[in-house]
């Protein structure tokens, strides 16, 4: 062996040692590397530089998988015919349906992007100060002690971030549906993880926290029901006004301008209420979702035009 090598590393040199005084026959540049561990703060720099590039490379990764996902989401895989049918009062074009589905998306690809990068990142961090030779302990202590105060005080925030990702989650509601969540009723404008805001038929505009939300009526799902109870004079024939009523919204489904927002053909239930001056008869129609009461106009006006025309006389209503 060196006698020299084994002056400059120590009485029992590493191989690395040896191989860098072989190579440079440096007493300064030998001592100054292995006396003050450099060979070993280069290990771990080049340590944290892998651990880090390897974070970057994963980090990306996920949010690439993330949002591959939610775009295909926001793209939609629904057919025409399950489309034409899901389609809320202000779809006129779809538009309207893709930016509901948009705005969903971004929001879950947003939250799932942030707890991906959380975790990714903060596995590195901890790997990294591993590295450098800190005590961790204290540090995770003192993290759940300060998350925990946090959590307690932000307590309201956390709540209405968790009942916003469920409902995005579970599509309960969207742009353009029209939902009751019992403090107030309205056309949905813009759904957050936090916040859904909404506007009522007077224009005014609600701003509701999710997790204030104890539930909540969807007008706009799947299909609606138009009911309408009509009030005529106790003398009336009955038979007559139900072939009247049939008659009228038969008419109205058949109507081109209307075809589209009635999905089955109208029904006429029958008498609904008594009254000593009136009886009430119900009839239905099946709509598109949100277009109950633009239906429901209609066919009362129909409904008068056609009392008129066969001298039916309209009462009031008793119940």
Not at 227 to 233: E, K, Q, S, Y
Request: proline share 3%; aromatic share 6%; charged share 20%.
């Amino acid at each position: 062996m060196d006698g020299k090598a084994e002056q400059y590393c120590s009485a029992n040199p590493k191989a690395a040692c040896r191989l860098f005084w072989n190579i440079t026959h440096s007493p300064d540049a030998t001592r100054f590397v292995f006396e003050w561990h450099l060979d070993v703060w280069t290990g771990k720099l080049v340590a944290i530089a892998v651990t880090f590039v390897i974070a970057l490379i994963v980090r990306n990764l996920a949010h690439r998988t993330i949002s591959k996902i939610t775009l295909r989401m926001a793209e939609g895989t629904m057919s025409e015919k399950v489309r034409e049918k899901s389609r809320t009062i202000f779809e006129g074009s779809p538009a309207l349906l893709s930016q509901r589905r948009a705005q969903r998306a971004r929001t879950l690809g947003s939250v799932l992007r942030s707890v991906a990068s959380v975790v990714i990142m903060g596995t590195a961090l901890f790997s990294i100060l591993g590295y450098l030779g800190l005590n961790l302990t204290p540090i995770v202590a003192s993290a759940s002690v300060i998350g925990v105060a946090v959590g307690f005080g932000a307590q309201n925030i956390v709540k209405d971030c968790l009942a916003g990702m469920f409902m995005l989650l579970e599509d309960q509601y969207g742009v353009g549906d029209v939902i009751d969540v019992g403090s107030a009723k309205g056309t949905v404008e813009a759904v957050t993880l936090r916040v859904t805001r909404m506007r009522d038929v007077d224009g005014v505009v609600w701003y509701v926290p999710n997790g204030e939300i104890k539930k909540v009526g969807n007008e706009s799902q799947n299909w609606g029901r138009a009911v309408l109870d009509i009030p005529v004079d106790i003398n009336e024939d009955v038979e007559k006004v139900k072939d009247i009523l049939q008659a009228t919204a038969d008419l109205m489904a058949e109507d081109p301008r209307w075809s589209d927002d009635i999905l089955e053909q109208p029904s006429v239930w029958g008498v609904q209420a008594l009254a000593a001056d009136a009886l009430v008869i119900r009839v239905v129609l099946k709509t598109a979702p949100g277009r109950q009461a633009a239906c429901a106009r209609e066919l009362r006006e129909r409904v008068k035009v056609a009392f008129d025309q066969a001298g039916v006389s309209v009462a009031t209503a008793a119940g």
